[in-house]
């Protein structure tokens, strides 16, 4: 399960308010606690407005290199932005992300190409997110086929199938599944990943909805998530989950994790 870390992101007031007072201390510590946690990337979204983007994505590239060697998740909806940045990853990690969307991919594949860098590709297109398995699907094969265009092939993707919240659709995870099933009979070794918490927007307890969410896609066949590895109680739920489906031998990830402090209940 590869846990993509979500707290370095602009949209959130306090990391907001810290990229625009250049506060390296409290972003350092903010990629240095989610490493520690057990993030196996580090997402970086600037979420400002466009003309500061590509200077604020710049630094925080720069202040989470030099506080963790976890690699990077370089986050934007603008592929120029990406594209603008990109130069200073020190090493491979993820692109997040392209779509079926005109012109993201015809930057972002060039870009990567006959590197390591991976790539979450998000089922849309111009006509927006289908609300149907089938229509996602078939924007997962026109990602795959334009990707292996540029020799990348789809152990090096990612798909998220942008899963819709649950209060507007309450098919909306039955859905998701069925699309991570289909997608995974055509292309065995494509990941899918997925946020945790679009699925319980308009809801009471969405924490509660969101763990839900994690453990049943996990069981399902989710390969990753971009979610807070700092939540002791989502990872404990998620190492539980890896426990029961028997892919933690004699349980000593949630073992040592629990010795550690690193899950457990809130206090």
């Known amino acids: 399960m590869i846990i993509i870390g979500e707290k370095i992101n602009g949209s959130i007031p306090r990391v907001k308010r810290a990229i625009e007072e250049k506060d390296e201390v409290f972003i ?16 970086v979204c600037a979420g400002t407005v466009p003309e500061n983007e590509v200077e ?32 200073h990853a020190k090493a491979p990690g993820i692109i997040n992300s392209v779509s079926e969307e005109e012109g993201k991919g015809e930057i972002i594949y060039p870009m990567i ?18 609300s149907d398995v089938q229509g996602r699907v078939d924007i997962t094969k026109k990602i795959v086929e334009k990707a292996q265009g540029y020799n990348i092939t789809p152990d090096r993707i990612y798909i998220d199938p942008l899963v819709m919240a649950l209060s507007t659709d309450n098919n909306s995870f039955l859905k998701f599944v069925d699309t991570l099933a289909s997608i995974k009979k055509l292309y ?16 009471p307890l969405r924490k509660t909805i969101n763990q839900s969410f994690l453990t049943t896609a996990v069981y399902a066949g989710m390969d990753s998530a971009i979610m ?11 190492l539980a989950t890896k426990a029961l489906l028997g892919l933690d031998k004699y349980c000593r990830n949630f073992t040592n994790a629990y010795r ?3 899950i457990g209940p809130a206090k």
């Not at 807070?228 to 998620?238: G, Q, S, T």
């Open 56 to 87: 604020a994505l710049t630094w925080l590239i720069k202040i989470v290199q030099e506080a963790v060697e976890v690699p990077l998740c370089i986050d934007s909806p603008n592929h120029r932005a990406i594209e603008s940045v990109f130069k």
């Open 188 to 203: 065995p070794t494509i990941s899918v990943t997925s946020g945790l918490s679009n699925i319980s927007y308009g809801m």
């Open 113 to 130: 190409q006959g590197t390591e860098w991976k790539v979450i590709a998000l089922t849309c297109d111009n006509s927006g997110i289908p």
């Open 228 to 238: 807070d590895p700092c939540n002791k109680e989502m990872m404990a739920a998620l």
């Open 28 to 43: 350092s510590n903010l990629a240095v606690r989610q490493a520690e946690a057990g993030a196996d990337y580090i997402d």
């Open 260 to 262: 550690k402090g690193k």
